[in-house]
């Protein structure tokens, strides 16, 4: 089947064309599901970030979480991306209840089956864009060698030119630099991608190519997405979106996947 | 089909199925080193002036072992050439505070007893030496003239730089054998020469080598019993008697030698050992070096104190590092394992650059010095080992802020 759309994407050997987004409803195993979660940060009184969100994510989703600065939607995202914890309510991850974890457990979810995009990429600068990548493994117990072979394969899929691999990430263009940390999220093939509004410094051409990288990935690996994004053009474009307004999911497009 | 409908079933369930348990965070210890180095690479400067302060520390350390060891092996082998079975008797004081005297056959009373090798005495004469009869009498120079027995040099294990010692003939006439410094203050470096002795001319016809056992012989000038009887009326009394003994009976000989030296008056003798002087000053240098680790392991301390605070800098520089680690897998104590690492390799390095300088300082000042070269291997070792110990400990402070900060702050607050 052609897609009907091709779109050029900076050289993407796998997935040139942006993937049209599919509305149905996935019928994937529940990869995330928080019950009843608040968060609340110590104070006189204390700050109620988040007010009992329930919400479930199914494995393969697209869903764009939209709303305004403060709303607490990063706060959300660190929650289910296990970095911080619920003061109240439950959090499933990959169907292991957050609160029962240990550190290393937590550690270890993170290491293999979340990854992580950031706004300001979060890139090292003393070492190459290779390098990098290859630290998405570093704390999965994977050898040197192994780690290196899977960073190339991954930084080929986000389509960085070769010559590019061994720079560092200061020498690299924005969106370069977003691919790379792209990269660096995928190289452990995790279950979960979580973006925190990974276009955000980004010119719109760059963002719309990093958001058809993230749509190709979705189409092509399964891999399920939860995007924070000021930009409702690209919520636009996922199949699901949810709007958070004042710790609270004020909008799901799709409510009917919770259970 | 079955599979394709339990794929349908189970979004339908209440509860997600639980999955198999999450394999814990791991990190190489060989990646543990790769990553307790980036810090370094990145602040080359400032991480080059933390090994350089290190490094002082572990240098002056080592430094001062090497040149203590070295110095002291110099003086064991001079005490090994020199033996430390040589005694000395010298009269002492009376009960009532007068100067004794030892009687006349003391000498020979010691000669006696079993375990003595050898004895000979020196007895104090009343004149002085000068280079000629013009100078005054007063300008003596610190020379004194003593009465030697001709087997004093034997008795003494030294030898003559240039001519002979007193011999059976030369010691009924007036000749002298100066020591090695009373020669050059006389201006003195060859044998057969004159000087004013007293009233006379008395001809040089030796002059020793340096005694390092018993160096107040060196500022003498001796002579022969018999001329110093005869010239000066010296009655025969020693005023020192060297006493060489056998070296596994050397407290025994010196338990009696008071009592033999002067059976009246015991203790109006007093025994001494000469070598005693060398291992004091051995153990007087111990003192010193003591007291100079000391200043080393402040230094050291104070370069812990250096290498914790600019931990504590990267900590706070590189927050959103730790963000990312810990998004990316890393526990709170592969964290703080990082700083720890990070704080151990400048040490490590500091160390090493230490022991070097250190050994390479003290060799130079041991060879300038003349010494045998001993460099201690616990000195090498130990520095090392003292670099790692302050380096861990001065990370752990740090380490433990790293671990401590949030991941959620931290990627929030770029």
Known sequence: MIDAS??????????????????????????????????????????????????????????????????GKSTLLHILGTLDTPTSGTAMIAGLEVSRLSDSDLSGLRARRIGFVFQQFFLLDGQSALDNVANGLLYAGIAPAERRRRAIEALGRVGLPDHLIEHPPQKLSGGERQRVAIARAFVSRPAIILADEPTGDLDSAAGREIIDLLLGFNRDEGTTFIIITHDLEIAARLPRQIEILDGRISHDSCPEVQA | MTARLRRIVRPIRSE???????????????????????????????????????????????????????????????????????????????????????????????????????????????????????????????????????????????????GTFLNAATAQYPAVVLGATAARRLGIDRVDVTVWLGNGWFTVVGILEPLELTPNLDVDAMIGYPIAGSLFGQDGTASTIYVRADPAAVTDVWAVLAQTANPANPSEADVARPSDALAARAAAADAYTALLLGLG????????????????????????????????????????????????????????????????????????????????????????????????????YPAARAARVSPTDALRGV
């Open chain 2, 16 to 162: 997600p199925v639980p999955g198999p348990r999450v394999e814990p965070s791991r990190l190489h210890p060989i990646d543990l080193l790769g990553i307790g180095t980036i810090g370094l690479r990145l602040r080359r400067g400032r991480s080059l002036l933390t090994v350089v302060s290190i490094a002082i520390g572990i240098a002056a350390m080592v430094g001062i072992l090497t040149i203590s060891e070295s110095s002291r092996a110099d003086l064991m082998a001079s005490l090994d050439r020199l033996g430390t079975n040589l005694l000395t008797v010298a009269p002492g004081q009376t009960f009532r505070g007068e100067k004794a005297t030892l009687p006349e056959e003391a000498a020979a009373m010691i000669a006696r007893i079993g375990p003595v090798e050898a004895v000979s005495a020196v007895g104090a004469v009343e004149a002085s030496v000068r280079r000629t009869d013009a100078i005054a009498a007063e300008v003596t120079s610190g020379i004194g003239v003593v009465a030697a027995d001709l087997r004093l040099l034997d008795t003494l294990h030294g030898s003559v730089a240039t």
């Open chain 1, 6 to 71: 091709p779109v050029a994407t900076g050289g993407l050997p796998t997935s040139s064309a942006p993937p049209a987004p599919h509305r149905e409803r996935p019928d994937g195993a529940v990869v995330l599901r928080l019950a009843g979660v608040t968060k609340s940060y110590p104070g006189e009184p204390p700050v109620e970030v988040l007010h009992g969100i329930d919400l479930t994510v199914r494995r393969g989703e697209l869903v764009a979480i939209v709303g305004k600065s403060g709303s």
């Open chain 2, 297 to 396: 392991a402040v230094a050291l301390f104070v370069a812990g104190v250096g290498i914790a605070n600019v931990m504590l800098m990267a900590v706070l520089e590189r927050r959103s590092e730790i963000g990312l680690r810990r998004a990316l897998g890393a526990t709170r104590r592969h964290i703080a394992l990082q700083f720890v690492a990070e704080a151990m390799t400048l040490a490590f390095l500091g160390g090493l650059l230490g022991v070097v300088v250190g050994v390479v300082v003290a060799v130079g000042y041991a060879l300038v010095q003349d010494w045998t070269v001993v460099v201690p291997p616990f000195a090498l070792g130990g520095g090392l080992a003292a670099a790692l110990v302050v380096g861990a400990i001065a990370g752990f």
